[in-house]
């Protein structure tokens, strides 16, 4: 680890490199300690916690908007963090932060994004983690909320500390912050369907379509809050085992 005065941050992200919300969020960090961005060379919206196990991992160097040094990695989130921490990065990080993603994380979406598996992936080697969402997709969208909910938090981590085993998963609407409450993940499922399609090749295709259906009710759901225009707060870990179960079943034999 290095100085905690001057603490080095990681920056991920799943939307590539040169998305403009880990820029956004590199600015934020820069003010806390020394940023290194080490991120996926590409889009990779939704690999969730994929990782590349058959083909060779590559990185570039990059200068981004001529401040930060950045490196670009041929991989999944993961690998980027994986990558970073044994490779590429001369000091360990004290802090990872992924992002900011556009669109929303919250919900059943912590499942799927590939930026909250880099910062659970943080989580697991053992660094403090947090991922920034912006609800808005569009690559536009004002960041300004966000940034300032990303500030606080990470003002909070570093000070605070997390639980080992904790990430906190971030999620911002778009423009002013109207505030930050803490929340619990919404329950709720997609309802999808794949539109079938033909080519001019007469080769069947598919597009996903769907819907987010929320199945939980509750004023402390992040989606809830979010509705409410206030940031939502979640701290989510990567063990998934159901403890009331296994002590309900403790004395069952199979």
């Known amino acids: 680890m290095s100085n905690a005065e001057h603490p080095v941050i990681l920056v991920c992200n799943d939307d590539g ?8 969020l590199a600015e934020v960090a820069d003010e806390f300690g020394e940023v290194e961005i080490i991120a996926p060379d590409r ?6 916690h994929a990782v590349t196990v058959d083909t060779p991992l590559r990185s570039r160097s990059f200068q981004i908007d ?4 950045g490196q670009a990695v041929s991989g999944t989130p993961a690998d980027a963090v994986k ?3 044994d490779q590429l990065m001369k000091h360990k ?3 990872v932060v992924s992002g900011i993603n556009h669109g929303s994380n919250a919900g059943v979406n912590i499942l799927y994004s590939g930026t909250v598996s880099a910062a659970t992936e943080g989580t697991i080697l053992g660094y403090p ?5 912006c609800t808005d997709f569009d690559e536009d969208a004002d960041l300004s909320g966000a940034k300032e909910a990303a500030r606080k938090v990470i003002r909070y981590v570093l000070n605070m500390g997390l639980p080992r085993g ?10 002013e912050l109207k505030g930050i409450k803490w929340a619990r993940q919404a329950d709720s499922r997609y309802v999808e369907e794949f539109e079938g399609r033909v080519d001019p090749n007469n080769r069947s295709y598919y597009w996903l379509t769907g819907r987010l259906e929320l199945l939980d009710e509750g004023e402390d759901l992040d989606i809830s809050v979010l509705k409410k225009g206030y940031a939502s707060l979640t701290p989510i870990q990567y063990d998934m085992t ?6 309900d079943v403790d004395d069952i034999e199979l």
């Open 17 to 24: 490199i040169f998305a403009p919300g880990i820029r956004a």
């Open 43 to 48: 889009q990779q919206s939704a690999a969730g």
């Open 66 to 69: 001529g401040r930060f040094h």
């Open 83 to 85: 990558l970073a921490h």
């Open 93 to 95: 990080p004290d802090l």
């Open 129 to 133: 983690s947090i991922a920034v969402s």
């Open 166 to 175: 904790v990430t906190l998963n971030l999620n911002v609407p778009s423009g």
């Open 242 to 247: 159901d403890y009331n179960l296994l002590k």
